[in-house]
Protein backbone atom coordinates (compact mmCIF):
# COMPACT_ATOMS: atom_id res chain seq x y z
CA UNK A 1 0.00 0.00 0.00
CA UNK A 2 1.61 3.83 -1.11
CA UNK A 3 2.09 5.85 2.02
CA UNK A 4 1.23 9.42 2.80
CA UNK A 5 3.70 10.91 5.28
CA UNK A 6 1.63 13.47 7.52
CA UNK A 7 4.10 15.86 9.72
CA UNK A 8 2.19 18.15 12.37
CA UNK A 9 2.89 18.79 16.03
CA UNK A 10 -0.51 19.06 16.53
CA UNK A 11 -1.80 15.24 17.52
CA UNK A 12 -5.18 15.85 16.51
CA UNK A 13 -4.46 17.23 13.43
CA UNK A 14 -2.40 14.10 12.74
CA UNK A 15 -5.11 11.73 13.98
CA UNK A 16 -8.22 13.36 11.24
CA UNK A 17 -5.76 13.63 8.63
CA UNK A 18 -4.46 9.99 9.27
CA UNK A 19 -8.18 9.07 8.81
CA UNK A 20 -8.94 10.50 5.91
CA UNK A 21 -5.39 9.19 3.98
CA UNK A 22 -6.97 5.54 5.19
CA UNK A 23 -10.44 6.53 3.29
CA UNK A 24 -8.23 6.95 0.11
CA UNK A 25 -6.58 3.79 0.18
CA UNK A 26 -3.20 5.09 1.65
CA UNK A 27 -1.25 4.32 4.90
CA UNK A 28 -0.67 7.03 6.70
CA UNK A 29 2.71 7.87 7.99
CA UNK A 30 3.46 10.35 10.98
CA UNK A 31 5.90 12.55 12.73
CA UNK A 32 5.64 15.27 14.90
CA UNK A 33 8.78 17.45 14.27
CA UNK A 34 10.88 18.23 11.10
CA UNK A 35 13.81 15.97 11.57
CA UNK A 36 11.52 12.91 12.06
CA UNK A 37 9.46 14.10 9.10
CA UNK A 38 12.64 13.69 7.45
CA UNK A 39 13.45 10.69 8.64
CA UNK A 40 10.40 9.17 7.94
CA UNK A 41 10.71 10.75 4.31
CA UNK A 42 14.15 8.58 3.61
CA UNK A 43 12.80 5.94 5.34
CA UNK A 44 9.38 5.02 4.23
CA UNK A 45 9.06 5.93 0.67
CA UNK A 46 6.00 7.96 0.64
CA UNK A 47 4.29 9.58 -2.52
CA UNK A 48 3.27 12.49 -1.19
CA UNK A 49 3.99 15.24 2.21
CA UNK A 50 1.85 16.93 4.13
CA UNK A 51 4.17 18.84 5.69
CA UNK A 52 3.37 21.59 8.42
CA UNK A 53 5.16 24.70 8.37
CA UNK A 54 5.76 25.37 11.97
CA UNK A 55 7.69 22.66 13.95
CA UNK A 56 9.77 22.12 16.61
CA UNK A 57 13.32 20.86 15.53
CA UNK A 58 13.43 21.70 11.92
CA UNK A 59 10.68 24.25 10.45
CA UNK A 60 8.70 22.98 7.59
CA UNK A 61 11.03 24.83 5.03
CA UNK A 62 14.01 23.38 5.84
CA UNK A 63 12.03 19.96 5.59
CA UNK A 64 10.84 20.76 2.11
CA UNK A 65 14.64 21.81 0.90
CA UNK A 66 16.36 18.85 2.12
CA UNK A 67 13.55 16.66 0.37
CA UNK A 68 13.30 18.53 -2.66
CA UNK A 69 17.29 17.95 -2.78
CA UNK A 70 16.72 14.43 -3.20
CA UNK A 71 13.13 14.24 -4.48
CA UNK A 72 10.64 15.39 -6.44
CA UNK A 73 7.78 14.09 -4.48
CA UNK A 74 4.64 15.82 -3.70
CA UNK A 75 5.18 18.40 -0.97
CA UNK A 76 2.14 20.26 0.21
CA UNK A 77 2.38 22.35 3.13
CA UNK A 78 0.04 23.54 5.80
CA UNK A 79 0.43 26.48 8.02
CA UNK A 80 -1.32 28.96 10.38
CA UNK A 81 -0.20 31.69 8.27
CA UNK A 82 -1.65 32.64 4.99
CA UNK A 83 0.45 35.53 4.36
CA UNK A 84 1.67 36.35 0.31
CA UNK A 85 5.20 35.70 1.06
CA UNK A 86 4.67 32.74 3.15
CA UNK A 87 2.93 31.20 0.50
CA UNK A 88 5.81 32.70 -1.86
CA UNK A 89 8.57 31.11 0.02
CA UNK A 90 6.96 27.77 -0.09
CA UNK A 91 6.42 27.85 -3.23
CA UNK A 92 9.88 28.99 -4.64
CA UNK A 93 11.95 26.20 -2.61
CA UNK A 94 9.37 23.62 -4.42
CA UNK A 95 6.00 23.00 -2.39
CA UNK A 96 3.44 21.80 -4.64
CA UNK A 97 0.49 23.14 -2.78
CA UNK A 98 -0.06 25.40 0.58
CA UNK A 99 -3.33 25.14 2.16
CA UNK A 100 -4.15 27.08 5.50
CA UNK A 101 -5.60 26.73 8.81
CA UNK A 102 -8.18 25.58 9.50
CA UNK A 103 -8.67 23.86 6.77
CA UNK A 104 -11.51 21.07 5.98
CA UNK A 105 -9.60 17.67 5.62
CA UNK A 106 -11.69 16.75 2.52
CA UNK A 107 -10.14 19.71 0.98
CA UNK A 108 -6.76 18.25 1.61
CA UNK A 109 -7.47 15.73 0.13
CA UNK A 110 -8.67 16.77 -3.10
CA UNK A 111 -5.41 18.78 -3.24
CA UNK A 112 -3.38 15.09 -2.75
CA UNK A 113 -5.77 13.86 -5.67
CA UNK A 114 -4.59 16.69 -7.68
CA UNK A 115 -0.86 16.62 -7.33
CA UNK A 116 -0.72 12.43 -7.73
CA UNK A 117 -3.10 12.88 -10.99
CA UNK A 118 -0.84 15.68 -12.37
CA UNK A 119 1.91 13.37 -11.35
CA UNK A 120 0.56 10.39 -13.27
CA UNK A 121 -0.56 12.48 -16.08
CA UNK A 122 3.34 14.07 -16.85
CA UNK A 123 4.64 10.41 -15.89
CA UNK A 124 2.00 8.97 -18.75
CA UNK A 125 3.10 11.65 -21.45
CA UNK A 126 4.81 14.85 -21.30
CA UNK A 127 7.08 14.20 -18.86
CA UNK A 128 9.84 12.44 -20.66
CA UNK A 129 10.05 14.59 -23.50
CA UNK A 130 12.32 17.80 -24.25
CA UNK A 131 11.03 21.08 -25.21
CA UNK A 132 13.46 23.45 -27.74
CA UNK A 133 12.83 26.74 -29.05
CA UNK A 134 15.45 28.68 -30.25
CA UNK A 135 17.85 28.59 -27.44
CA UNK A 136 15.63 27.35 -24.78
CA UNK A 137 15.83 23.44 -24.11
CA UNK A 138 13.44 21.96 -21.16
CA UNK A 139 13.92 18.72 -20.18
CA UNK A 140 10.75 17.22 -18.26
CA UNK A 141 12.02 13.71 -17.69
CA UNK A 142 15.49 15.08 -15.92
CA UNK A 143 13.27 18.84 -14.50
CA UNK A 144 16.05 21.08 -16.54
CA UNK A 145 16.22 23.78 -18.01
CA UNK A 146 18.89 25.71 -19.80
CA UNK A 147 19.55 28.87 -21.84
CA UNK A 148 22.23 27.77 -24.40
CA UNK A 149 24.82 26.03 -22.26
CA UNK A 150 23.86 27.65 -19.24
CA UNK A 151 21.83 25.92 -16.75
CA UNK A 152 18.67 27.59 -15.56
CA UNK A 153 17.95 27.33 -11.92
CA UNK A 154 13.73 26.52 -11.59
CA UNK A 155 11.99 25.12 -9.38
CA UNK A 156 9.39 21.82 -10.73
CA UNK A 157 6.17 24.12 -10.93
CA UNK A 158 8.85 27.05 -12.71
CA UNK A 159 9.82 23.96 -14.53
CA UNK A 160 6.15 22.94 -15.56
CA UNK A 161 5.18 26.46 -16.08
CA UNK A 162 7.21 27.02 -18.83
CA UNK A 163 6.84 23.96 -20.67
CA UNK A 164 3.44 24.50 -20.50
CA UNK A 165 3.84 27.41 -22.14
CA UNK A 166 6.47 26.76 -24.59
CA UNK A 167 5.21 23.84 -26.10
CA UNK A 168 2.04 25.52 -27.05
CA UNK A 169 3.49 28.50 -29.05
CA UNK A 170 1.78 31.26 -29.48
CA UNK A 171 -1.64 30.23 -27.58
CA UNK A 172 -2.77 32.50 -24.37
CA UNK A 173 -3.64 30.60 -21.58
CA UNK A 174 -5.92 32.20 -18.86
CA UNK A 175 -4.62 32.26 -14.73
CA UNK A 176 -7.79 29.45 -14.97
CA UNK A 177 -6.14 27.52 -17.64
CA UNK A 178 -2.59 27.67 -15.63
CA UNK A 179 -4.45 26.65 -12.84
CA UNK A 180 -6.02 23.87 -13.99
CA UNK A 181 -3.32 22.61 -15.93
CA UNK A 182 -0.90 22.90 -13.18
CA UNK A 183 -2.61 22.99 -9.87
CA UNK A 184 -5.66 20.43 -11.38
CA UNK A 185 -9.05 20.71 -11.48
CA UNK A 186 -9.64 20.48 -7.33
CA UNK A 187 -7.59 23.46 -6.97
CA UNK A 188 -9.59 26.21 -5.30
CA UNK A 189 -6.39 28.54 -4.47
CA UNK A 190 -5.99 32.34 -5.77
CA UNK A 191 -4.96 32.70 -9.06
CA UNK A 192 -2.45 35.16 -8.01
CA UNK A 193 -0.51 31.88 -7.89
CA UNK A 194 -0.08 32.09 -11.48
CA UNK A 195 0.97 35.39 -11.76
CA UNK A 196 3.67 34.52 -8.96
CA UNK A 197 5.35 32.00 -10.72
CA UNK A 198 4.88 34.20 -13.72
CA UNK A 199 6.95 36.82 -12.67
CA UNK A 200 9.46 35.29 -10.89
CA UNK A 201 10.02 32.91 -14.10
CA UNK A 202 10.69 35.61 -16.46
CA UNK A 203 13.02 37.21 -13.54
CA UNK A 204 14.67 33.97 -14.16
CA UNK A 205 14.95 34.46 -17.77
CA UNK A 206 15.45 37.59 -18.11
CA UNK A 207 17.91 38.87 -20.83
CA UNK A 208 19.72 40.70 -18.64
CA UNK A 209 20.66 37.99 -16.88
CA UNK A 210 21.20 35.32 -19.60
CA UNK A 211 21.73 36.39 -23.07
CA UNK A 212 18.74 34.90 -25.11
CA UNK A 213 17.03 35.68 -28.80
CA UNK A 214 13.66 34.22 -30.63
CA UNK A 215 11.77 33.98 -27.58
CA UNK A 216 9.46 35.77 -24.78
CA UNK A 217 6.56 34.82 -22.02
CA UNK A 218 4.13 37.43 -22.86
CA UNK A 219 1.00 38.95 -20.99
CA UNK A 220 -2.06 39.69 -22.97
CA UNK A 221 -4.44 42.16 -21.44
CA UNK A 222 -7.10 40.78 -19.82
CA UNK A 223 -6.22 37.06 -21.35
CA UNK A 224 -3.42 35.50 -19.75
CA UNK A 225 0.45 34.76 -20.97
CA UNK A 226 1.74 33.28 -23.57
CA UNK A 227 5.14 32.39 -25.16
CA UNK A 228 6.44 34.26 -28.12
CA UNK A 229 8.31 32.97 -30.76
CA UNK A 230 9.75 37.20 -31.79
Known amino acids: ???ILIADDNPDIIDVLSVYVEKEGYEPVTAENGEQAYLRFLNDDPVCVLLDVMMPKMDGYEVCKKIRAKSDIPVI???????????????????????????????????????????????????????????????????????????????????????VLASNPGKVFSRDMLLDRLWGADYDGDSRTVDSHIKRLRAKLDKSTVPHEGWAISTVWAAGYKFDKV
Open 77 to 163: LITARGEDYERIMGLDIGADDYIVKPFSPSEVMARVRAVLRRLNKGDNSEKASICKVGNLEINLDQYRCKIGEDEIKLTKKEIETVW
Open 1 to 3: MSK
